[in-house]
Nanobody, 124 residues
Framework: QLLESGGGLVQTGGTLRLSCAAS????????MGWFRQAPGKEREFVAA????????RYHDSVKGRFTIRRGSDFNSVILQMNNLKPEDTAVYCC???????????????????WGQGTQITVSA
């Protein structure tokens, strides 16, 4: 099970940090990613990180503003979000790929485990 935390309401230009921790399993050998879904829109890739933390991938809309990294124990993933914009408003879900699959994929079907999501609302 993946558990997200850190969501909330923030003003435009503000900062939030999302965390995703694994419960009942270890994900230190799994690539992980963040996806988001706004009301009435398709789920969208945000960022991904390889199992060893060395490779990252970002959606163009968040490059330079968001940073994804593994937690110090590698059993969690953190999404640092700076300079937030109203269009970032969505439910953010973390996801993990299968064991020993290392690539930081931007394709949702590549991910096997999903969290329930946390709401991010950015006010104008």
């Amino acid at each position: 099970q993946l558990l997200e935390s850190g969501g909330g309401l923030v003003q435009t230009g503000g900062t939030l940090r999302l965390s995703c921790a694994a419960s009942g399993r270890t994900v230190s050998n799994h690539a992980m990613g963040w996806f988001r879904q706004a009301p009435g829109k398709e789920r969208e890739f945000v960022a991904a990180v390889s199992d060893n933390g060395r490779d990252t991938r970002y959606h163009d809309s968040v490059k330079g503003r968001f940073t994804i990294r593994r937690g110090s124990d590698f059993n969690s993933v953190i999404l640092q979000m700076n300079n937030l914009k109203p269009e970032d408003t969505a439910v953010y879900c973390c996801a993990a790929r299968s064991y020993l699959v290392s690539d930081a994929s931007a394709w949702a079907p590549d991910y096997k485990y999903w969290g329930q999501g946390t709401q991010i609302t950015v006010s104008a």
